[in-house]
């Protein structure tokens, strides 16, 4: 099963996903970055961090870019991001 590494990007910061994650392919990769990015925001976060200046960069095991997800994408007109 393909492993797929979920590199988290801010204008501040990069953290790296060291260990990734196997998933059966790019559409459930996209969907499981889409629920964390969900989570993410409904979290208070240390240091002011603005979610929705944040994306999921999300590599391949050959370290090619998959796919790139803002987290203002995934919010829901209903539901607006918790912001510091």
């Known amino acids: 099963m393909p492993r797929y590494f979920f590199h988290l990007r ?3 910061a990069h953290v790296i996903d ?15 970055a889409r629920r964390t990015a969900r989570t993410l925001m409904r979290t208070p976060a240390e240091g002011g961090i ?7 960069e999300v590599l391949d095991e050959a ?13 829901t007109p209903d539901e607006p991001p918790t912001e510091q």
Do not use: K, T
């Not at 603005?50 to 999921?56: I, Y």
């Open 50 to 56: 603005e979610w929705l200046r944040c994306s999921f």
């Open 10 to 12: 801010s204008p501040e």
């Open 63 to 75: 370290g090619e870019i998959v796919f790139e997800l803002p987290f203002a994408e995934v919010i």
């Open 18 to 32: 060291p260990d990734g994650a196997e998933f059966s392919d790019p559409d459930e990769a996209w969907e499981a």
